[in-house]
């Protein structure tokens, strides 16, 4: 029943079993034995059903943007397995997506709205600070914020893309995008394809988006864009193009989703004077702007991070009525026996190991074992297996029933 306060539910497994995936460093992810969560006051666990590789996974694990000696995974969907006390609105069997970690109510930037910046909210993000969803279970400190209910029409697997999309969503609400608007989009991965097509829904009148590679060019159209350039073929001349499309002043919007310095160059280049760039793609390297570039043209530059304060649940409804596609943003992976981390180089290259490369670059790694139940139905929660846990540092070498144990090497 929903509304109570729930108590600690399956205190027993304590001490039980679960498997996770470890960053351990560099292009190193080991599975290793982990002790199953158990939720205490305003806590919950969830039995992971699906988990996005996003971008920052990707800067993670090919580049070690976090110290190692954590389980990644920030885009999870799951059966809500424990509530701790206290918690309301939620039970176990309810279908969940894990948002971003709650507000703290008490810094600077959550007292003057600005929730998604909580100076507290990194540091107890999972995936990246706690441990995320590329594990069997996981502990969500604050439930009653940071989850929210998965529709019934809405799979497990389209769910799981609720992150990405949210996070376009927001970033749209946010800017100065009004209908009627001419838009660029440069880079048509996930986070562009979605922000094309919310969009679309919210009235632009012309949408151009910018893509190098084939596949999602051809996305980039069906989900929604006018017109697809690709920004090599065009060189200095883009933006001649783009201003001479919208009568010689260039666009109200440019959205940069590339992530690539040379991509935020070039938005700046695109959007009409007064205009505004909306910069939701991240990178932590330079990019080469002069400032009176941008103070002749009063060029607004916005940013939008995550979806923290809300969005997760619009989008979903958004989806449920078919008014934008989640399935066609990211690729999918199903993990083989002996996972190494296959999802990550894959996702680099935008393959999708069912129908071959060329797609977006998310990726959604399923657990293993057993697949999601039918939307809407509530899954029955398994319990995790039932061996002493060896703890931290015992490696299980494979998903297979040979365990050898030992340390990381
Ligand atoms: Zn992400
Ligand atoms: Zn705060």
Known sequence: MRGRANLALFAGRKGECMKAALYEGVRTVRLVDRPVPVAGPGEAVLQIQYCGICGTDMHVYFEGLLPPGIVLGHENVGTVAEVGPGVEGFQVGDRVVAGPPGPCGRCYQCLHGRPSICIDGFEHTNGLRRDGGMAEYMLVRDAEQMLFLIPDELSFEDAVLVDTMATAYRGIIQSAFRLGDNIVVSGAGPIGLSAIQFLRIGGARHITALEIVDARKELARELGADLVLDPTEHGDRLSERIMALHGGVGAD??????????????????????????????????????????????LDIKSSLGYGGGGGGQVSVLSVERQVQYKRVAVRHHPPKRPRGEGFPQARHGQNADQGGGGPSNRVVRRGRTGPPEPGRKPAIRRASRRSCGGQGFVLETSSKRERRGGPS
């Open 253 to 298: 919007v440019v959205v940069e989703s590339a992530g690539v310095p040379r991509s935020f160059e070039l938005c700046l280049t695109l959007a009409r004077a007064g205009g505004q760039v909306l910069n939701l793609g991240v990178t932590e390297q330079t990019a080469a702007v002069a400032p009176a570039f941008i103070v002749r043209r009063e």
